[in-house]
């Protein structure tokens, strides 16, 4: 699988505003957090797992986000193709980042907030988790 964007929608009436992903579930997801960088332009990178999977979804203003597939573990190619796409509330999709990929993002406003779902436990990310610096691939 690709890291894909899964399209999400706003409503809005006299009673407000209502931003939902009606066609995504959220079977199979143990976890979620979110992400709010102290200021704009702030990169976290590169993190990745070879079994877990993790999806994106902008709450407030707005990031970038990219996910490269990982060829090896220990010394990857920095010529991987980085699928970038940029997230914002204002838009609402899902970026689904599948297992076997690192990610990053960047904040694109000084109000950023991302929310982000995870396939594993906290205790089975510790076990799957690799870290490479923020450029290592251009986000």
């Not at 505003?17 to 979110?34: D, I, P």
């Not at 709450?59 to 914002?88: H, Q």
């Amino acid at each position: 699988m690709k890291p894909h964007l899964v399209e999400a929608g706003i409503s809005v009436d006299d009673r407000g505003r209502l931003t939902f992903a009606n066609s995504f579930s959220l079977a199979g997801f143990e976890r979620f957090y979110t992400i709010q960088n102290h200021s704009t332009g702030f990169v976290r990178a590169w993190h990745g797992h070879q079994h877990e999977s993790k999806v994106f979804f902008p709450l407030r203003g707005a990031f970038v986000a990219g996910a490269v597939a990982v060829d090896d573990w220990r010394n990857p190619s920095k010529d991987s193709e980085v699928t970038r796409v940029v997230l914002t509330s204002d838009k609402p999709q899902l970026f689904v980042v599948p297992a076997g990929h690192a990610n990053g993002s960047m904040s694109l406003t000084h109000d950023a907030l991302l929310l982000v779902f995870s396939s594993n436990s906290l205790a089975q990310s510790k076990d799957d988790d690799f870290r490479f610096p923020a450029d290592y691939w251009d986000k």
